[in-house]
Structure formats: structure tokens, C-alpha cells
């Protein structure tokens, strides 16, 4: 095997276990023996196992932060270019589409949403210290974006109101889709197209909410 081929095993394998068990539920024994390598190959590609857990994380929402930041932008351009305030359930999906669709584009993407999802509910904060490295930047530029689109509302508001949101898209993430706490004959099963459909209505009006 490829030095790169392994590399990418241990990664799919550890973001794999890291979603089904959590972060701090997973060994690197058990990395190891599911991608069948040896422990000086996770030593030698990533050194320790809070490395590898940084790599799994930026492989993924660096390429995501890219398509978010990107929309964000162009959203706020066309709004100077016809002196006009960015829609508001425009700013709010041009950051969750993304996220959600994101979980529909590979297995590994799917695994990765749903250990994401997971470690803001669990007791281990290692996972969310590394996460919200990566993501503060693209919080600053979505309460940007909310603050141009709700320019009567007190900045306060508005950042306390985008966390109760990204609390909403958590728990989202963390679903997955799948929803089992409803009645029996509750459908409830949903792809990231419906997901986002429910959840776009619901935290707009919590951001117009006076």
C-alpha cells in the first residue's frame, strides 16, 4: 500500500469510529485494526491521535468553509451593487445549504457531519476546541453578513440569535436524518434537501423575531 493510500485509510477509518463511538470512545488500537495498519504508521503520518483528529476535521471544512465563504460574499456584493440589505434567509442559506448538502456527497462526508454533530452534545471538548479553530472565522463573517441584513436589530441580538442557530444546525448534524423520538407513524427520515426546507423557515423568523 501507498504511503498516501495509507494515510487515507487511517483518516477514513478514524473519522468513521470517531462518528459511531466519539472522539474520546475511539482507541488508536481500534483505528489501527480496522484500517489494518500498524500504530507506527498512525505515529508516522500524524504523530498522535489529537493530530490525526485535526487532519480528519480540516480535510473536510477547509473545502467547506471555501464554498460557504464564497456565497457569503457574493451575497453581500450583490447587495452594495444595488444599494440594497442581503435577505436574511438568503445569508442564513447560503451557510446551512452547503453544510447540509455537504452530508449527501460521500459516506465519509455523512460520518464526518454526524461526528461533528456529536461532539457538541458530548462531555469531551477536545473535539469542539479544534472545530471552532477552523470555524470562527466563518461565524465572524456569517454575524457580518446577519448584522447587513438586520441593520435595526442590536448586534447583540444578532450574535446571540446565530448561536441559538448554529445550536439548531448542531443537533441537526447530529441527526443525520434519522429521527426516532417522534410517533410511530411519524415519517421523519429526511434528506439534507428536506432538512433544509424545515430548518431555513424556522431560524428566519427567529432572527426577524422582534
Keep these: 500500500m501507498k504511503p498516501t493510500d495509507t494515510k487515507q485509510k487511517i483518516m ?7 462518528a459511531r463511538d466519539g472522539y474520546r470512545g475511539t482507541s488508536l488500537r481500534a483505528i489501527t485494526g480496522k484500517a489494518g495498519v ?13 493530530s490525526l483528529l485535526e487532519t480528519v476535521i480540516r480535510r473536510r471544512i477547509l473545502p467547506l468553509n471555501q464554498i ?32 447540509l448538502l455537504f452530508m449527501e456527497s460521500s459516506p465519509g462526508a455523512k460520518n464526518f457531519i ?8 458530548g462531555p469531551d471538548d477536545t473535539v469542539r476546541k479544534v472545530f471552532m479553530r477552523f470555524i470562527k472565522p466563518m461565524f465572524y463573517l456569517l454575524f457580518e453578513a446577519a448584522c447587513d441584513s438586520l441593520p435595526n ?4 441580538t444578532i450574535f446571540w440569535r ?9 443537533h441537526t448534524m447530529q441527526l443525520s436524518g434519522n429521527v426516532d423520538i417522534g410517533p410511530k407513524n411519524l415519517h421523519a427520515d429526511i434528506n439534507a434537501k428536506s432538512l433544509i426546507n424545515h ?12
Design 68 to 99: 460557504r465563504k464564497k456565497r457569503l460574499e457574493q451575497l453581500r456584493e450583490n447587495a452594495r451593487k444595488k444599494k440594497k440589505t442581503p435577505d436574511i434567509k438568503d445569508v442564513l442559506t447560503a451557510f446551512i445549504e452547503p453544510t
Design 162 to 170: 446565530l448561536h441559538f442557530t448554529m445550536g439548531a444546525l448542531f
Design 114 to 121: 454526524a461526528f461533528i454533530g456529536r461532539s457538541f452534545t
Design 12 to 18: 477514513d477509518t478514524a473519522e468513521h469510529l470517531f
Design 38 to 50: 500498524n500504530l507506527a504508521a498512525v505515529n508516522y503520518h500524524f504523530g498522535s491521535k489529537t
Design 153 to 156: 436589530q442590536p448586534q447583540e
Design 199 to 210: 430548518i431555513i423557515p424556522y431560524i428566519t423568523a427567529g432572527m426577524k423575531a422582534r
